[in-house]
């Protein structure tokens, strides 16, 4: 748990916005504490008789670039407005909720009337403005942000426009584990030929040949000149030695820093709604800002605005009993801007799925893997709704998430030992703090995650309500394996067994779906397709948003370099067509 103050601010120009008599309060310092996406946000809010004074983040969790992020600019917003019913940062959605509750649960500790403390904020008429730019930019994950940035500083004059509060998208969310190939930095001793060829055979056997095979190739040659830009001074300059530094928020803050220096124009809570299409030519885009509505002309429009897993009527039916853990912003607003267009979609029937996640109290899933390898190192086991075991743990993650897929649900059970291990990964890891553990392993907690202890393992089964007989007699036949060491019936080899004596614990495991695979058809100068495969004259398109890469599932490092590799790729199509 990172422990920082992080902010202190002194409001001391909202005389104005005061609530009209407002009952007095206890002046003093009140703290508040509510589970946020992460742990506990717990802040110090600071009143006189009247108002707000001062809010202090005392602690938090939250998401570097995304929860982080947005809580200075809820601290601000409260302060200014003398209100909790401030704007909902989009894109930190529980992140926002939990600072207005634990806000609220300090002014109430204070002895504020609250029903003056949740006026509205007063929003003046919508503005109309019409701007001009060569190049529009929709989305800024690390795809819209390279787009804009190298063709920003190729002299041309861009807009951003990023829906949500924040930069960074789905790409702030990820590792930034990044694959590569052809870079001249890192890579120079490297046989291109050789690595481009085992590169695509890789991809497609991962993706089981589903994959759309230009798609492919446009990667292959397109990430190491694209990866050079991003890491080098003349680009973005994002420290870079095995690893991007930062992971995927890192890349993304870094990303935006060279947009600014060069000049960028970045427009937050501004969603493109429309594409400004004349004679079957895309001229610009409509988009609507917090207090304009935007006409926005320009010669080229980049499409980055992420995948279509935050929307369920996009999300194919098969995938809704899985739990969403991607960004909130991806919408497929992409996929409805060009209808009308005839575009041409591909691979909508695929989003990325993983076994070996957990829901956090926000309801959003989490991946377990830093947990799942210790507790099955120290004898850790799932069982199913019938109590059984019923696939290798180890195994790979396509293989469990088949076998997962059966299940109505699962739990992984563990003794002491392997519960150790597993927090021991996922607290190391800064996913959760033991005492949120505490928390859930409560008999009276209700909420997410369902995580279970009792003595015995009989009890264990009562709490998950499956059949104790069928859990002790794989517990037994577990056991039985690793006390000798050896291969059980699902082809794991055992090392360690279970304790027999409690305490014994059990965590409801989920699949967890994010990222989508499917989107928009493009041709080698990711240049959106129509049905007929012609170019739809001025629209390009980059990152998830594109469809056919990946097959049915994602090769790790993939999705991210493509943000890059293909974010890069269309600004170096949308500068040169500038010139034609
Ligand atoms: C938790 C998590 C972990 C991941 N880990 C990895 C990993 O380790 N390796 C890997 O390769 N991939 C990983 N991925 C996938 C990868 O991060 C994404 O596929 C990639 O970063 C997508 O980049 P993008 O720029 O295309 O989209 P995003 O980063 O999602 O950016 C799209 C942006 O567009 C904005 N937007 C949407 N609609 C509009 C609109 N109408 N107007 C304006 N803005 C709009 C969104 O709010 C968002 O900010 C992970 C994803 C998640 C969620």
Redesign the pocket.
């Known amino acids: 748990m990172r422990k920082i103050v992080v902010w202190l601010l002194i409001g001391i120009m909202m005389m104005s916005c005061l609530p009209a008599f407002a009952q007095a309060m206890t002046p003093g310092t009140y703290e508040g504490s509510v589970p946020g996406y992460h742990g506990d946000i717990k802040v110090k809010v600071t009143v006189d008789s009247e108002k707000i004074t001062a809010i202090e983040i005392i602690e938090h969790s939250e998401t570097a670039g995304i929860g982080e992020a947005a809580l200075p600019m809820l601290v601000e917003a409260v302060l200014n407005n003398q209100t909790v019913n401030v704007d909902t940062i989009?894109?930190a959605t529980v992140t926002t909720t939990a600072f207005k509750d634990a806000v609220t649960a300090a002014l109430t500790a204070a002895g504020a009337d609250m029903g003056l403390f949740t006026a509205s904020v007063v929003k003046g008429e919508l503005k109309e403005e019409t701007l001009n730019a060569d190049v529009v930019i929709?989305?800024?994950?690390?795809?819209?942000?390279t787009a804009a940035s190298y063709a920003q500083q190729q002299g041309a004059s861009t807009i951003l426009?990023?829906?949500?509060g924040?930069?960074?998208?789905?790409?702030?969310?990820?590792?930034?584990?990044?694959?590569v190939i052809g870079s001249k930095i890192t890579q120079a001793d490297s046989d291109f030929e050789a690595d481009r060829a085992q590169f695509i055979s890789d991809m497609l056997a991962n993706g089981h040949n589903n994959n759309h095979l230009p798609t492919v190739e446009i990667y292959a040659d397109t990430i190491g000149p694209a990866f050079d830009w991003v890491i080098s001074e003349d680009g973005a300059a994002v420290p870079y030695t095995t690893k991007f530094e930062g992971r995927?928020a890192g890349v993304?803050a870094a990303l935006n820093r060279s947009y600014e220096k060069f000049g960028g124009k970045l427009l937050l809570n501004?969603?493109?709604?429309e594409l400004i299409v004349n004679d079957g030519v895309v001229t610009g885009v409509i988009?609507q800002g917090p207090d304009t509505l935007y006409t926005i002309n320009a010669k080229a429009v980049i499409l980055?605005?992420?995948?279509y897993g935050a929307n369920d009527d996009l999300v194919p039916e098969e995938y809704l009993r899985y739990v969403y853990?991607?960004?909130?912003?991806?919408?497929g607003?992409?996929i409805t801007?060009v209808e009308g267009l005839n575009a041409d979609l591909i691979n909508m029937q695929f989003i990325n799925t993983q076994p070996n996640s957990m829901i956090l109290p926000s309801g959003l899933g989490q991946?377990c893997n830093p947990g799942v390898s210790k507790a099955y190192a120290l004898g850790g086991f799932m069982v199913n709704q019938d109590g059984v075991r019923f696939v290798n743990e180890k195994t790979n993650a396509w293989d469990i998430m088949q076998e997962m897929k059966k299940n109505d649900f699962q739990y992984l059970v563990m003794d002491q030992a392997a519960f150790d291990g597993f927090n021991e990964g996922m607290t190391g890891s800064a996913i959760y703090t033991m005492e949120d553990v505490a928390a859930w392993l409560q008999d009276d907690y209700t909420g997410q995650p369902k995580m279970y202890t009792a003595e015995s393992l009989e009890a264990l089964a009562a709490k998950m309500g499956v059949p104790a007989d069928a859990v002790l007699a794989s517990a037994k036949a577990f056991n039985e394996v690793a006390a000798v060491g050896g291969d059980d019936e699902f082809g794991r080899n055992l090392t360690a067994a279970q304790s027999t004596e409690g305490p014994f614990y059990a965590l409801q495991m989920h699949i967890r779906y994010?990222?989508s695979l499917g989107g928009l058809h493009v041709n080698d100068d990711c240049a959106v397709l129509n049905t007929a495969q012609e170019p739809i004259p001025g629209l390009y398109a980059?990152?998830?948003?594109i469809g056919g890469l990946q097959g049915d599932v994602?090769m790790?490092?993939?999705?991210?370099?493509?943000?890059i590799a293909s974010?890069h790729h269309a600004a170096v199509s949308a500068v040169e067509s500038l010139a034609k």
Do not use: Q
């Open positions: 989009s894109g929709v989305g800024s994950g690390v795809a819209g942000l426009l990023e829906k949500t924040l930069i960074g998208g789905a790409s702030a969310m990820a590792g930034g584990g990044t694959k995927g993304a501004t969603p493109a709604t988009a980055a605005s992420g995948g853990a991607g960004h909130a912003g991806a919408e607003d992409a801007m991946y994010y990222a980059a990152g998830e948003v994602y790790g490092g993939s999705l991210f370099g493509w943000a974010g």
